[in-house]
């Protein structure tokens, strides 16, 4: 009996120990087509990502072949530049935050044809704000009616003044532009230059901002720079000189990679993981998305976080780690590696930047980045620094 008893004991443990094989077997089969769903998945987002941005570029190229059936350099908004032109592409507004400059140019028959045009485009330039130039900007037009993939974050772009606040100490009233416009286009103010076009001329007029334009774009996103360097632990002069350095402060920055907005993020690479940090979630947001200050200056901080406090995490003077995550923000903490070790990783070159002094690291990465551009832009940056420090504390 006590035989019996153990046999079909042992008996009922061996069925019970196929049993939960099997089940653990299915259950490991079941997780695997899982894992292979979610690949398929991820891979099909990333196609569909890919043909997004392709049509966005045809979109593009098909905008600037139009342009250039009108104008000799069919200029486009750049990351310190924003241009717009009127529906049939024959002004365009060119506002060089930059240099900050405005410049009015259009392609008429007569004097007093490209006067009137001039006076139209200067009033809309200075005058308009972020979401309607994304509602009425021709070519944001066109982009908006391409395929977004499923997925992907859009968003709303903001009603924030671009040059009004610039232009005018109040809100601008009618009579305020109009004095504007009739002080800066007239006969003496126009300059003309020859057309590709039979019987037309290009029409010209350049208006300089006031000397403190740069401050008073600045002053728009205080409130949302302040809340996000306290949310991610930063100086609020870091933000502000990343911001100047990036796109000086034009809304509409774009650049080839194609990154976008104030802080110049780039969707497929620092958007997914500011997005995944910020989100818990792994996804891609678009331009629309980016041209959004809040979202922007969001994950611009989120970003230099990450640097700060995670890529670069083993470097211990914080001055010296600052250095390397703007220069890092700008080229990658892959490049700060390689300034000092001639190699691309970053936790065998910490223990070398932890024996130089900041004002050393400093040097070193002026002297030996790979590129040019990150050595200017740190040194930018760090300037930029100190006079963002005088006006808004840190």
């Known amino acids: ?12 443990t061996l069925i019970f120990a196929q049993t939960a094989q099997e089940f653990n077997q299915q259950q490991m089969q079941g997780f695997g087509e899982q894992k292979k769903d979610f690949a398929r998945y991820k891979k099909s987002q990333e196609e569909e990502f890919a043909s997004y941005q392709e049509a966005q570029m045809q979109t593009l190229n098909k905008y600037k072949k139009e342009i250039g059936a009108l104008w000799d350099e069919p200029k486009i908004s750049t990351k310190k530049a924003w241009v717009a032109y009127t529906p049939d592409k024959k002004t365009r507004t060119d506002v060089d935050f930059g240099n900050e400059i405005i410049t009015v140019e259009t392609i008429a028959s007569s004097q007093e044809e490209a006067k009137n045009r001039l006076q139209i485009a200067l009033a809309k330039v200075i005058s308009i704000d972020t979401k309607s130039v994304q509602e009425t900007d021709p070519l944001e037009k066109e982009l908006a009616k391409i395929k ?49 076009i039979k019987d037309t001329k290009i029409y010209k007029i350049s208006v300089k901002m006031p000397q403190d334009a740069m401050l008073q774009r600045s002053k728009v996103y205080y409130d949302e720079v302040k809340k996000q360097a306290k949310r991610q632990s930063l ?12 796109s000086s402060f034009n809304p509409r920055a774009r650049s080839y990679v194609p990154a976008f907005g104030l802080m110049q993020i780039v969707p497929k690479t620092a958007g997914i993981d500011t997005y995944q940090y910020l989100y818990k979630e792994k996804k891609l ?9 809040t979202n922007n200056i969001t994950m611009g901080a989120a970003y230099l976080h990450i640097l700060y406090y995670k890529y670069l995490k083993d470097i211990k003077d914080p001055d010296s780690r600052l250095y390397c995550t703007i220069a890092a923000y700008n080229t990658g903490a892959g490049n700060i590696a ?56 840190s």
Do not use: C
């Not at 100086?235 to 990036?246: D, R, T, V």
């Open 338 to 393: 390689w300034a000092f070790t001639k190699k691309y990783n970053m936790t065998k070159a910490a223990p070398l930047i932890n024996r130089l002094s900041s004002d050393e690291v400093y040097k070193r990465l002026l002297k030996d980045l790979r590129f040019e551009e990150p050595k200017h832009y740190l040194k930018n940056v760090t300037q930029r620094m100190s006079t963002y420090h005088k006006v808004y504390g």
């Open 148 to 196: 977004k993939p499923v997925g992907v974050i859009d968003s709303e772009i903001k009603s924030e003044p671009i040059l009004s606040n610039v232009v005018f100490k109040n809100p601008p009233t009618k009579e305020s532009v109009r004095s504007y416009v009739n002080k800066n286009v007239s006969d003496s103010t126009i300059k003309q230059q020859s057309s590709k």
């Open 1 to 12: 009996m006590f035989t019996k008893t153990l046999l079909v004991s042992a008996i009922s």
């Open 235 to 246: 100086p609020i002069p870091l933000l502000f000189s990343i911001m100047h350095s990036e």
């Open 285 to 293: 947001v678009t331009g629309s998305y980016l041209y959004n200050s």
